[in-house]
Structure formats: structure tokens, C-alpha cells
């Protein structure tokens, strides 16, 4: 009974579960990995030996690396803005009002539900290039006249990992940018309405402005977890043709796990660390000045 009236306690009692997860799925990965990346670690020869700036002297003359960062900015940017806009489409539908609402964000939800690697394994039967039925229905259309190897070449490779990462984040986007649309007074949609404002002026006017700070959120978490992902690039073209859809952390795993050099895959990943962080801290500043204005 004393312990169960004693605030400070019982705080700490219920947040160390978490933090015991947070500190063993997180921070001791992280620590390895920096303490990987100045050594000579390969999956042959554990022991470790301290090599300094080798490693990272290393992937700078390396020009895959390069490539795939920038790879990694181009899937990261097209991306976010597919998953905003789309998102805030989907939200905009989600929050009207029609029968069969509920089926309809049910469907919209079953994308992100999905396990990755699974929906991914069905966009490689989508996109293949000879059974595609993306391709027989664009044939069908007139859209097409033969087989597009949609998997096969550069441009449409990376167009391809574009889409599904956009397919698969959208719903998340759309579910965070739908709480921020319920979250807008109703009067003042009514009083736009009542001033003649018709339905795109008062969509950039008052939706949109009102909106900007959770829509800077879903961009954010859509930054995130496409940044730092490798499933989609890697189920649908692991990383081909010729490094045209290696990203840092598919390289990362290529160059580490399947290369056997864990020192340079570990420098490659802790790459990803300060531009993550540079772009979080911008978008939450951005977010702050928009919540205070």
C-alpha cells in the first residue's frame, strides 16, 4: 500500500519495461555499431582491432556508396511527397461522410497492416515482367503495346520502389493528417461557408494552413522509416540494375553481412545517423513555428 501511493515510484516502475526495451533493441545495436565502425571486424575474424577513420576513408572512395546516397535522398524525398499528398487525399475522403465509411478505411489501412515483406513479394509478382497485370491492364487501355521490364531498368526500377513505399506509408500519413482535419473547429468551415468561400479556397485558406503542423509530422515519420528502410528495394530488386536502387542501408547489408566486411557495413549504416537527425530537428522546428503562429 506505501508503494502503491508513492507517484515517483510507480512512474518509474511503469516506464522501465519500455526504457529495458528501448536501451536493448536500440541503444546496444547503436553502440555496436559505432564501436564496429573503427574496427576490422568481418564475419570471418570477430576479434576486434581498432583501425580509426579506416573504415569511413573507405565507403568515401567508394562509388557505390555515393550512389546510393544519393539514391537514398532521391526514394526518401519522391517518396514523402507521394505519401503527403496522397495521405491528405486519402484523409479528406476518410473524414466524409458516406455509407460504407467504415469498410473503406479498412481498406485503406490493410496496406500498412501487411507485413512488408509480404506485400512486397506481391508487387514483385505485380511488376514482373512477363505475368504483370499492371502491364495487361495498361495493354488493355491502349496505354501500352509490349512488355514494360518495370524491375529491369533504372528509371523504372526506381520509380517502381518509389510507388510501393508510397503505397505501403500512405495510410499511416492518412490516419495522422484524418486527427488533425477532426481536430479543426467546425465553425470556422462554416463561416468561410458563409463568407462565399467555395470548396478549393477554403481547402488552402483553412484546411491546409490549420492542418500544416500534422501534415509536417506525417512527413517526418514517412521520412523516417523511409530513410532508414532497405525491405522494399531489396525484396523488389536488390539493389539492381547496377546499384540503381541501392540505398545506405540495403548497402549497408550487402556490403556487411553478405560482404563479410561488418566494419565498413557498420560505417555505412552510422552514416545514416547525423542526416536523420539534421532533417528530424529541421522538420520539428519547422513544426513549432507553425504550431506557434
Known sequence: MRLSDREGFLAWAMLLPSVVYIVALVGVPFLLAIAFAFSDVTTGDPSYHFVGLRNFRAIFHDGVFWQALGNTL???????????VFGKILANILVADFQGKWFVRFLVLLPWTTPVAL???????FLDSIY???DWTLRRLGLLHGNVIWLGHSGTAMLSVVFVQAWRLTPLAAVIVM???VA???????AARVDGAGYWRRMFEVTIPLTLPVIA??????AIMTFTDMTVPYVLTR????HATDVLASWAYFRGIEGGDVGQGAAIALFLFPILLAAAIAVLRAVRRLGLR
Open 74 to 84: 532521391l526514394f526518401t524525398a519522391a517518396s514523402m511527397a507521394l505519401i503527403v
Open 119 to 125: 506485400s512486397s513479394i506481391s508487387w514483385l509478382w
Open 132 to 134: 504483370s497485370p499492371v
Open 179 to 181: 486527427a488533425g482535419l
Open 184 to 190: 479543426i473547429p467546425r465553425d470556422l468551415d462554416e
Open 217 to 222: 509530422v506525417a512527413a517526418l515519420f514517412g
Open 239 to 242: 539493389g539492381g540494375p547496377t
